[in-house]
């Protein structure tokens, strides 16, 4: 279960509710890098005291793993998948490697 | 009220009484209210690694919250590997730090370090309040999750302003306890009774639970052979027939062997570490997987389970022990086969009956495992001794044998150690240490000598970094690095410089004495045990390998004896 693994990268569409607070983002993409996976794309939007974010993912290792330590953290409230691509077009969009 | 005093308020509210700290610019207003606050008992440790980790001892050995305080940036950043050791060993921690007032936050100020980015990968939570009028809440909610669910260290971060303010006190929300999801307990009987060769396998999580008796019961009602990891080390206690000790790198053939063969593996508490597993694609081969577990996400992580209960472990093991106390398991087979196995390929090292022959690990710790009582605890630090320790010594509790078991941090046992004196003043607390990890936090002697805390320190000393020269030895075609530590201060000197009496051994004959005189000592004493350089821990697998692939002493002596006569 490395990144040295020859599984071929699988793209992943995720959703994910949060509490806003300090360091929320950072938190989560904390999670997403170090469990193997690499963020292609992200939209934020803040709605009151939430931030729901989407998430276009890449990486070899299961992706329900992703999901359960990602719903561990205390201000995750919910943490979707969805199979098709989420619509990014009227969104602040960010890249990252 | 300021909100240093909602602090204080809060450690009064959840019964906290013993902090580990060490004071600074930023924390002051938090030291000024603890000035007046006689419910609170303030361990002042040399530098903040050693607060933090004595934090965690003192959570491993009482089962209650650890707490550890610094200043901003240097303070914060020295706690990190003891929270790091926390996080990975999931231990009930609170961490509470000072940081620059909240206007100065991001202009790169007199001790000014990210204190919740740096340490995101390592808390359960963190917290930077930006308001007096959150700290009460703030504290409510990170001493609930510290403690609740599968355990681990929560920080909360406070800048200096914030501590000051005035807001007014607030009384304590009510938690409601974590529900668990329902479990399918006939499903893992109906799995138990189906199987020829089921096996138990048990870790960390039991202590963590606080269910160390309802795994008893369990062990007991199903008599199913056991294994255990390096943190589930006294979970069935000394006494059990059944316990196949330590699985792993370092681990028995006996319990290696049990997991290689069996066909129903029942994980508690445990997550399936690599050191334990060695290469996950050779684990237990055979096996159907039931995964019991406070934490979901540990749940198919590593290895799919075909079952797996989720919940408070206790009343999980509780309903399993019924149910089995009602039809025990008919395996009795497989229980004597793996007592066979237990009997030729469990740890053996043989008392040297040759009194001025030099001292080895194995025979001085099992030496020291006669002598002391049951209710002894050992704080180890990191390395050889730590796993001779693991497979000699017999624990009758897990919260007896304290180990930087995930992080594997030297120079963790003294601290651990203080820590753990703490929970209990009255125990008998040993640290077993070796020369390299004990100078990792050697500045905790001071601590030590300053509470006149009886712990007794015993350093086994091989002028080297041991476990690192061994692996070199084994798998870097014996090319020694930087291991030499023949340059050694006189450690019975150093400690008694810090008017800790010392005494050194070195002959066989001498082990029984040494171990005796600083027991019956009142007050702390350290004992330096001198071994040898060349002595390496067996049996041991190579790192990434499979577990079947254990190498003994004896292959080593055939495989140099081959090559010096090629």
Not at chain 2, 6 to 12: E, M
Not at chain 2, 217 to 233: D, H, Y
Request: hydrophobic letters at 40%; a negative charge; glycine letters at 8%.
């Amino acid at each position: 279960m490395n990144s040295q693994s020859p599984c071929p990268s699988i793209s992943y569409n995720l959703n994910c509710r949060m509490v806003y607070e300090s360091a929320a983002l950072e938190r989560l993409c904390q999670v997403v890098r170090i469990r193997g996976f690499r963020v292609a794309r992200m939209a934020v939007e803040s709605a009151g005291d939430q931030l729901d974010i989407q998430l276009t993912l890449e990486g070899t290792r299961p992706i329900a793993m992703l999901k359960a330590q990602l719903e561990k953290l205390h201000t995750v409230a919910e943490v979707t998948l969805s199979r098709e691509p989420a619509g990014f077009s009227e969104r602040a969009t960010l890249a990252s490697g | 009220m300021n909100g240093a005093e909602q602090i204080l308020d809060a450690f009064h509210r959840y019964h906290i009484d013993t902090v580990f700290g060490y004071p600074g610019g930023c924390i002051m207003p938090l030291y000024d209210a603890l000035i007046d606050d006689v419910s609170v008992e303030h361990v002042l440790c040399r530098h903040e690694q050693g607060c933090a980790l004595a934090a965690d001892g003192y959570a491993r050995a009482s089962g209650r919250l650890g707490v550890c305080i610094a200043t901003s940036g240097p303070g914060a950043t020295n706690l990190i590997t003891g929270v790091a050791n926390a996080h990975r060993d999931s231990i009930p921690m609170l961490v509470i730090t000072g940081q620059v007032p909240a206007g100065l936050i991001g202009t790169d100020a007199f001790q000014e370090t990210d204190v919740l980015g740096m340490t995101l990968g390592i808390v359960k939570h963190s917290y930077l309040v930006t308001s007096a009028s959150e700290i009460s809440g703030v504290m409510d909610e990170a001493i609930r999750l510290a403690v609740s669910g599968r355990p681990g260290p929560v920080w909360i971060d406070i800048p200096k302003d914030v501590l000051l303010q005035k807001t007014p006190a607030r009384s304590a929300a009510e938690s409601s306890p974590e529900s668990s999801t329902p479990e399918d307990l006939g499903e893992a009987v109906a799995m138990l009774q189906a199987a020829r060769r089921p096996l138990l396998y048990s870790g960390g999580g039991i202590s963590l639970a606080h269910c160390e008796a309802s795994f008893r019961r369990f062990a007991e009602a199903s008599a199913l052979p056991a294994v255990v990891t390096l943190k589930g080390i006294g979970n069935a206690g000394k006494h059990n027939p059944n316990n196949l000790g330590m699985l792993g790198m370092h681990g028995s053939r006996a319990a290696n062997r049990a997991v290689e063969e069996c066909d129903l593996l029942v994980v508690i508490g445990a997550r399936l570490d690599d050191r334990a597993t060695g290469r996950l694609e050779s684990f237990a081969p055979n096996a159907r997987v039931i995964h019991i577990d406070a934490d979901t996400a540990e749940i198919n992580k590593l290895r799919q389970a075909e079952l797996s209960l989720r919940g408070e472990l206790g009343r999980i093991l509780d309903g399993l022990s019924a149910a089995l106390s009602a039809r025990p398991l008919m395996i009795d087979e497989w229980r004597h086969q793996c007592r066979q196995w237990h009997t030729t390929g469990g740890f053996s090292a043989a008392d040297n009956d040759e009194p001025l022959s030099s001292i080895t690990g194995p025979a001085f710790v099992r030496q020291l495992s006669r002598i002391t009582s049951d209710d002894t605890v050992i704080a180890c630090d990191v390395g050889q001794h730590q796993m001779w320790v693991a497979q000699h010594y017999e624990f009758d509790h897990p919260r007896h044998h304290l180990t930087s078991g995930g992080l594997g941090a030297m120079g963790f046992g003294l601290p651990a150690a203080i820590g753990a004196q703490f929970a209990d003043r009255r125990s008998t607390v040993i640290n077993v240490t070796g020369d390299g990890s004990l100078m990792m936090n050697a500045q905790e002697l001071a601590t030590i000598r300053r509470y006149r805390l009886p712990v007794k320190i015993i350093v086994m000393d091989n002028q080297c970094l041991g476990m690192v020269r061994q692996q070199q030895e084994l798998f870097y075609n014996n090319r020694e690095s930087q291991i030499n530590l023949d340059d050694n201060p006189d450690f019975v000197a150093m400690a008694r410089a810090f008017d800790i009496p010392g005494l050194h051994i070195e002959r066989t004959d001498q082990i029984r004495r040494g171990i005796e005189t600083i027991l019956a000592f009142d007050g702390p004493m350290l004992l330096h045990v001198a071994i040898s350089r060349e002595e390496n821990v067996w049996p041991i697998v190579k790192p990434g390998a499979s577990n079947l692939e254990m190498i003994d002493e004896s292959q080593t002596i055939s495989r140099t004896t081959k090559e010096q006569t090629a």
